[in-house]
């Protein structure tokens, strides 16, 4: 695992992190997580290719930190989190390796440590590269009564993820929604999973009635919707039909999405390496195959 993060985002800290050398959770693991740990022993969930994990926090409900990263597509790598609770729902909450670092050092700050800057805190920072007086911060940042108080962390303030942002024109990324917006600019390469309300995108839409009576829908549909995300559309054949055409980013973003078991998502993985030449897509496709490529017992939804 250790050389496809290397491929992907060469940060020695998140090869630690991800490999346990440094662990900044009680309970962690990265690639170990795949089946090892004594709390999901029985539970080996696939991740949607799009998303390498990196770290799971089992503080509460298990939620992973990693990498969302696109192939076959102009879009910058970022960092994000998938909640097990919400169906492969997918989140940005860093722009780069010092946000994603500084966050989780803070997360643990608030949660771990009860907001006290303790001697084990400072050389879990220290491990991280992260200096005293950054961490210093973190005691006034978190005094302040507001949601997702990391993001108004230092690293935070200039290039913020979308998980920071409450209006699109503050945003500057190709991540597509947030718990409060839909960027529609860059829906045209998005993924489901990245989707935050289904309804956006056509699903779950409100049955038709008089027209007095009908509420007005609290998540509108946008506006040219790509065929990948569309409802009702058989995305076997829409897989078929780009890989026929070499439209390899739509193919890309069809896979991550509803519509295969992880056995069938593992055999089209590998037809879309025979388009590539990126060593760390070949090192990723080949260690997530050899995890789930022989998993038919559920369907990504």
Same mark, same amino acid.
């Given at each position: ?5 290397? /491929?992907?985002?060469?940060? &020695?800290? #998140? ?12 309970? +962690?693991? !990265? ?118 108080? /990391?993001?108004?962390?230092? &690293?935070? #303030? ?12 503050? +945003?500057? !990324? ?128």
């Amino acid at each position: 695992m250790n050389e496809i993060i290397n /491929e992907i985002y060469p940060d &020695s800290r #998140i090869i630690d992190i991800s490999i346990g050398i440094i662990k900044p959770f009680n309970e +962690y693991s !990265g690639w170990e997580y795949y089946g090892t740990t004594s709390k999901n022993e029985k539970s080996d969930f696939p991740f949607p290719p799009l998303f390498i994990p990196i770290v799971i926090d089992y503080n509460s409900t298990p939620v992973a930190e990693g990498i969302i990263k696109h192939w076959f597509l102009d879009r910058t790598p970022s960092f994000g989190y998938m909640d097990f609770g919400s169906g492969f729902q997918i989140g940005e909450s860093a722009k780069n390796s010092e946000q994603f670092i500084k966050g989780i050092l803070f997360e643990q700050f608030l949660n771990e440590y009860n907001s006290v800057i303790t001697d084990e805190l400072l050389n879990l920072a220290h491990e991280l590269n992260i200096s005293n007086e950054e961490l210093s911060v973190f005691n006034e940042i978190s005094r302040r009564e507001i949601n997702n108080t /990391e993001c108004f962390l230092p &690293s935070f #303030i200039k290039n913020q993820p979308l998980n920071c942002v409450y209006n699109e024109y503050d +945003y500057r !990324g190709g991540y597509p929604s947030n718990e409060n917006i839909i960027i529609d600019k860059n829906i045209d390469q998005a993924s489901f999973f990245e989707i935050f309300h289904k309804e956006w995108i056509g699903y779950n839409a409100e049955k038709k009635g008089f027209s007095l009576f009908r509420k007005e829908p609290k998540y509108k549909p946008i506006e040219n919707i790509p065929e990948w995300l569309k409802p009702n559309v058989d995305k076997k054949d829409l897989f078929e039909n780009y890989i026929d055409k070499e439209e390899l980013g739509m193919a890309w973003l069809t896979l991550n999405g509803p519509g295969f078991n992880p056995t069938e998502v593992g055999e089209r993985l590998q037809r879309l390496k025979e388009f590539s030449n990126e060593k760390g897509f070949h090192l990723w496709v080949d260690f997530w195959c050899a995890k789930y490529g022989n998993s038919n017992s559920f369907v990504f939804i």
